[in-house]
């Protein structure tokens, strides 16, 4: 009887030995696992701290490529608009130096024109003019000016300015009869209206119309 008591208590023994040593390892590994968590929760901490400042830095980069765009377009436009300016300023005082122009070079016509080409004494006066002429609209072409003689042609008003009609059995109607003014264009522009005379039908209906 004795030796079975002592068995039991051995055995007893032996399980609150074993629970102890059950409680001592549980207890490590909760401890170990505290120990590895806290590492992974600060390297987690630090990689979202980094994602955030590389978003950020991205952000950033991207606003002053935005501006520096903007900004270039800027400038393009500017440059674009001064480019316009220059170009209209040039053509506007061209268009008016041409227009002054013009005066003279229907007056040295004009001379041409009254002077009796079959007088010797004054052939060599109207060949220096006639040269003068010539000479003045070989400049003043170089610049973009272009003749408007539309004699013979049909009447444009675009282009020409009707000063009278009349009945004419030898033209068509609505034809250039005869060029009282010419006219001119500087670079695509209309400068002065050709001043005409117009022809219509003898039967009368009046047609101003090319």
Do not use: C
Not at 70 to 84: F, G, K, L, Q, T
Not at 90 to 108: H, I, M, S, T, W
Not at 153 to 163: V, Y
Request: no cysteine.
């Amino acid at each position: 009887m004795s030796d079975q008591r002592e068995v039991q208590a051995e055995q007893d023994n032996a399980a609150v030995e074993e629970n102890v040593e059950t409680v001592d390892v549980n207890e490590a590994q909760q401890v170990e696992g505290e120990q590895t968590d806290a590492p992974l929760d600060e390297t987690a901490q630090r990689i979202y701290e980094l994602e955030t400042a590389l978003s950020e830095a991205q952000a950033t980069v991207k606003e002053q490529q935005d501006s520096v765009l903007r900004a270039r377009a800027d400038m393009e436009n500017a440059r674009r608009r001064a480019e316009a300016e220059v170009e209209k300023a040039r053509k506007f005082a061209l268009e008016r130096f041409a227009g002054e122009l013009l005066p003279v070079v229907d007056n040295l016509e004009r001379a041409i024109e009254m002077t009796d080409k079959d007088n010797e004494a004054v052939k060599s006066l109207l060949e220096g003019v006639e040269m003068t002429h010539k000479s003045f609209l070989s400049t003043i072409e170089k610049f973009g000016l272009v003749l408007i003689d539309p004699q013979g042609e049909a009447f444009d008003p675009e282009l020409h300015q009707a000063m009278s009609m009349q009945e004419s059995a030898d033209h068509a109607p609505n034809t250039v009869m005869a060029v009282m003014q010419k006219g001119y264009q500087i670079n695509g522009r209309l400068l002065r209206p050709a001043m005409v005379m117009v022809s219509r039908a003898p039967s009368g209906g009046v047609d101003t119309q090319a």
